[in-house]
């Protein structure tokens, strides 16, 4: 098949067969299933609905012991010098993607950033609390950025906040709520304006995500903390928790300034209030509140106008319409009354993208963020102006999927907005925005790959930034756009590159990636349940890519063209939890090794026009995801395999071509392991990427240290050893 110069054709993507799920939930639930804390079904079955809602913690991710074993390997490891990792980037994206059309519609962009927090006491140092590299703080509002968290076990952020009565002192909690993926440990606090921080005890903390961190305006010590289970609160800074609340997500908190005993929670159940400071709490009745659930709801009030409280909701209607409601209170122990609604606001991922404000000088300007950011002025309660001010036809925009809205103290007309392609600021309401993404490197890469031969030459695919390429230096471009997948590039012929979207489907480029010469190729098959990010593996002139179906195709690079896809169909021994390919690796031309999320190693042969049906090789662990297959590259029957899953064993060795296996996990902490790579000159040293970092053998796996010197304790998705 010839490629086509079809616009149509080149921007398409697979999305047949796509559930009635939001994409970042689909997402949300591959990382989880991945690590095997969530049922098969809900990544696998493209008819799967919508998971019921969580009866409790699900299974902890044993991050603090991990990196407490960590340590324990690092002081145990010989004297000398270590090798030390160098931070590649992206220091700057700059030609990021947003759904506007003129003016400054490419700004630079960074990765998603659960939560900002302005320092009351000098506003100039802003702290971001990111999805994926922790906090973060600047000290020139925004020009350049230092990490502040690096060597904590988790640096996957859900909320930040400051506490307005005790200058320098913030609070930070573990775990994305939005994302509700990597799991918290608990709060971080800092004394010294975010510059050094302190796990806190975990209590209730552990095991979730944290929507939201409010600090009661008159005491530094009295917390309240939201997470995807439960209503917290501390009364000693985070020592000791209460558990005042439970069985419900709890999204955002609203103190009363001026009486801190008032405090209003948005949560699953409608919206709560309590009088006594936290400790007690009711439903608070809304006027006209006709709504079967409550998919997310924030609560906000007036900083000029205490007793001004907006609540923002997505709701599923009685006729099962999703609809975004305001309701507005005037008065102290007032009525909220219902008030028009959100104009043109997208709320398929409003479970993940959800977040309002009050404008601090005018009560009757408020910010409400989804995919896009609007700006609302009210006229009455049945007359609202809403402003598209994130996605303009001219003047700035700025990255979709708002996840956070503040305002500078000192300056009202100052809001930062926080979203996927990271933090904005504009100085005037929001009429024109500035990028402060540069030097901010939280960008959440999923899979990379290399040019053969030059060594600055990588491919990335990025968390809703697209695919990106880095031929030097700290900028990485943008060269394909939407959420970027796994990607590959022949060692044949390194110009010619490959790269995937969330679902089936592979673009190709035969001009190293330029931007604007990636072609679609399928494959134009019929829906399959598959992964979120599809394992894509390169050999050469051959490309496959694998769901329940393993598909593969060849190019042929001097005439730019390339061919019909072959189907080698797995075996399916339960229909009802289909098997997919999680991990794809070609051992030759007519030879393809085949790990499945139930733990299975399944043999393609023949080659090209002859590839047989995948056969059962063997079972290195039933149950388990089989993340990454790298083959001995002096000698082809000896074979490693990594599994993610959190139970049983996480590295395996065959010596007989995948028949049997050894477990290679002894010495390295409990915790998923993503990626292997295998030393071309030295078939006992292999390096395996963690969610905590990377680890080394010399022996053949008898014995592991840890290889992540000046290496964020990050979740390694992909290793390359050039």
């Not at 994206?93 to 962009?109: A, C, D, L, M, S």
């Not at 590839?611 to 089989?626: D, F, K, N």
């Amino acid at each position: 098949m010839r490629r086509s110069d079809e616009p149509e054709v080149r921007r398409k993507r697979s999305g047949r067969g796509e559930p009635p799920l939001s994409k970042a939930r689909r997402r949300m639930l591959h990382f989880e299933h991945q690590r095997g804390i969530r049922p098969k079904r809900d990544v696998s079955d493209p008819q799967a609905a919508e998971p019921a809602a969580s009866t409790g913690p699900r299974q902890l991710i044993p991050y603090v012991a991990a990196h407490r074993k960590k340590q324990d390997m690092q002081a145990a490891a010989p004297a000398g010098q270590k090798p030390k990792w160098v931070d590649l980037g992206p220091t700057s994206i700059p030609q990021g993607q947003t759904y506007g059309k003129g003016g400054n519609n490419r700004p630079p962009v960074s990765g998603r950033i659960a939560g900002v927090a302005v320092d009351p006491s000098n506003t100039d140092r802003i702290l971001i609390a990111s999805a994926g590299g922790g906090v973060w703080v600047s000290e020139n509002r925004g020009k350049t950025w230092s990490p502040r968290t690096d060597d904590h076990a988790v640096l996957s952020m859900g909320a930040i906040a400051a506490a307005p009565s005790k200058p320098g002192r913030f609070y930070a909690g573990t775990g994305e709520g939005d994302n509700e993926s990597q799991l918290g440990v608990g709060l971080l606090r800092s004394l010294d304006g975010g510059l050094t921080w302190r796990r806190l005890s975990s209590g209730f903390l552990s095991g979730v995500g944290v929507y939201d961190i409010a600090v009661d305006p008159t005491d530094h010590r009295h917390l309240l903390i939201g997470t995807w289970w439960s209503l917290i609160e501390s009364l000693d800074g985070g020592a000791t928790y209460f558990e005042r609340e439970s069985d419900l997500y709890v999204w955002d908190f609203s103190f009363n300034p001026d009486d801190p005993q008032e405090v209003f929670a948005a949560t699953s159940r409608g919206l709560l209030v309590s009088s006594n400071g936290g400790a007690d709490w009711q439903v608070q009745v809304l006027d006209q509140a006709t709504y079967k659930s409550v998919e997310r709801m924030e609560v906000c009030r007036s900083p000029s106008d205490p007793a001004v409280v907006y609540v923002v909701a997505a709701v599923c209607t009685p006729n099962d319409i999703k609809e975004a409601v305001v309701w507005r209170r005037d008065m102290p122990g007032g009525p909220f009354r219902r008030q028009a609604p959100v104009a043109e606001t997208d709320l398929k991922q409003a479970d993940y993208d959800w977040c309002a404000a009050v404008d601090p000088a005018d009560p009757n300007v408020l910010y409400v963020g989804a995919v896009e950011l609007l700006r609302g002025l009210r006229v009455s309660d049945a007359d609202w102006a809403w402003e598209n001010i994130s996605s303009r036809q001219s003047g700035d925009s700025i990255h979709p999927d708002q996840h956070h809205i503040a305002f500078d103290p000192s300056d009202p007309d100052v809001v930062y907005i926080a979203n996927d392609g990271g933090l904005y600021r504009s100085d005037n309401g929001g009429i024109t925005w500035e990028s402060l993404n540069e030097g901010l490197g939280i960008t959440e890469f999923e899979y990379i790959a290399q040019h053969p031969s030059n060594l600055s030459w990588i491919l990335g695919g990025t968390q809703d930034n697209g695919t990106l390429r880095h031929v030097g230096g700290g900028v990485w471009d943008q060269v394909a756009s939407g959420d970027g997948g796994d990607c590959g590039v022949s060692k044949a012929e390194p110009n010619v590159c490959f790269h995937s979207f969330f679902g089936m489907g592979v673009e190709v480029s035969f001009e190293a990636g330029d931007s604007g010469s990636w072609y679609y190729m399928g494959p134009e098959c019929i829906p399959m349940p598959r992964l979120f990010y599809p394992p894509l593996e390169i050999r050469n002139n051959l490309v496959a890519q694998g769901g329940s179906i393993l598909v593969i195709a060849e190019v042929d690079p001097q005439e730019e063209t390339f061919f019909d896809w072959e189907a080698s169909y797995l075996p399916q021994p339960d229909p009802k939890e289909p098997e997919l390919c999680s991990a794809i690796c070609f051992c030759s031309d007519a030879e393809i090794l085949i790990g499945t999320n139930q733990g299975r190693i399944y043999r393609v042969s023949g080659g090209v026009g002859e590839w047989s049906s995948a056969e059962l090789v063997s079972t290195p662990q039933a149950g388990g995801v089989i993340s990454d297959i790298a083959p001995d590259p002096a000698n082809p029957d000896r074979i490693w395999v990594t599994c993610s899953t959190i139970s049983g064993g996480h590295v395996f060795l065959s010596d007989n071509g995948a028949v049997t296996w050894t477990n290679k996990s002894a010495g390295l902490p409990n915790i998923p392991v993503n990626a292997v790579v295998v030393d071309p000159l030295d078939s006992l040293t292999v390096y395996v990427g963690a969610d905590n970092g990377v680890y080394r053998t010399s022996d053949g796996g008898n014995n592991w240290d840890v290889f992540s010197h000046g290496l964020p304790n990050a979740v390694v998705g992909d290793l390359l050893l050039h």
